[in-house]
């Protein structure tokens, strides 16, 4: 919960930094962008279940901003265009190849809490 929290926090600086337009380096740029997308590449599906109502929220919030911001810092040359058009592609995949391990995971936390509940 502490590392999805910080890890949120971090995105939202970026964010915000970003949206206001105080990244003037390309290289400050990527950084952030990358910083942005990790709670979308590092919390699995047990962590984002722990999360706050606002948490769930700023991460929406975040996702909803995310096309604005790869158009503004392309307007200013501080992104290669065609790399960032690929991210959203390369995140749907990493999510659809990680779906089933998380699935199963899911499926042997019930079967454990059945096994535990059946032994109370």
């Known amino acids: 919960m502490r590392t999805g929290r910080r890890l949120l926090l971090n995105a939202k600086v970026c964010n915000e930094k970003l949206k206001r337009g105080i990244v003037k380096d390309s290289q400050y740029a990527n950084a952030y962008l990358w910083m942005m997308l990790q709670p979308y590449l590092s919390i699995d599906a047990l962590a984002i279940t722990m999360l706050t109502p606002e948490q769930i ?28 058009t690929k991210i959203p592609n390369q995140l749907i995949r990493l999510y659809i190849s990680t779906y089933h391990v ?11 809490s059945h096994i535990i509940a059946s032994h109370y």
């Open 102 to 112: 998380t699935r199963s995971y899911f499926k042997i936390q019930i079967i454990w």
């Open 57 to 84: 929220r700023l991460m929406t919030d975040m996702a909803k901003d995310y096309p604005a911001i790869i158009s503004r810092l392309d307007g200013k040359h501080l992104i290669d265009r065609d790399v960032s």
